[in-house]
């Protein structure tokens, strides 16, 4: 399966927090960059000192916007180089590679109201959720958290979306967010539905305290991301088909060193989430660290993006 790719110039970068620059990114020829939905993703080949990455980020402008994207890129040194590649390679005017947008985290359109809850660099794909569920009139309100005012990322474009829907909470541990949160989840109309994006415990903490005050799971969304935090090793892996031996190394998934055989796997998110990258095994106990395989499956699959070998051989039924 041949991927697609868009080819756009880096017309800006802005340093949004120490750690957090913008892209604006914009078509090569002014032929018009494909439409989004709020709460896309595009795939971005990050150019690196040995090989291309493959990382998504959410759309952070807005959806009717086609001459421009904007993403926001949190350098993450401890990664596996994408967010460092994009901070340290990728410079004003050059031209990079994107793949068309898709969509993980819409917004329910059974809503009638939004509450949406961001911490940190969670706060993207609000950006065009504000900006579309403002000119469609859907009532929502934004809550905010960072951890000091010189983390705030993105505040103009949220504040020029959602003129009155932004609270601002500076938080370290969600203590604020949660206090903040409590009296809004308490009084929401039915037909509400709450949208969180951030580090995992803030998410964790803000759907629990849902849940304790009666919100139904069928109005609970999340978009989780920054997955693959455990260390990695090295392993291999053995395809039934052939009885070609793979080496994966500790600095790559078990994605990219299929791509790098040749052998192209579907993906979407490349983050464990999605589940289109699922792979059929035949042998061995992988090291599951998506979010996606239901638990009566981590005996026959795998999601390579993220997923490793926990004890081999591990045998892939490709
Ligand atoms: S590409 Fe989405 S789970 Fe692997």
Known sequence: ?????????????????????????????????????????????????????????????????????????????????????????????DVIEIEPPHNLFAPDRAATRHVLVAGGIGVTPFVAYAHALARDGVPFELHYAFRGPEHAALLDDLAAASPGALSTYVDDDGTAVLAGLRERLAGQPLGTHLSVCGPAPMMDAVLGLARELGWPE??????????????????SVRLASTDEVIEVPAELTLLEALEDRGIEIPYLCRQGICGECRTPIVDGTPDHRDIFLPAEEHGSALMPCVSRCARGPLVLDL
Do not use: C
């Open 1 to 93: 399966m041949a991927v697609t790719t868009i080819k756009v110039r880096v017309a800006e970068i802005t340093e949004l927090t120490p750690e957090i620059r913008a892209f604006d990114l914009v078509p090569l020829n002014g032929t018009p960059l494909p439409p989004f939905s709020p709460g896309s993703h595009v795939v971005v080949h990050v150019p690196g000192e040995d090989r291309v990455r493959k990382n998504p980020y959410s759309l952070a402008s807005s959806p009717w916007e086609q001459d421009r994207y904007r993403i926001a890129v949190r350098r993450i040194d401890e990664g596996r180089g994408g967010s460092v590649g994009m901070h340290e390679r990728v410079r004003w005017g």
């Open 218 to 235: 069928s109005r609970l969304h999340l978009e989780r991301f920054a997955l693959d935090e455990a260390p990695r090793l090295p392993f």
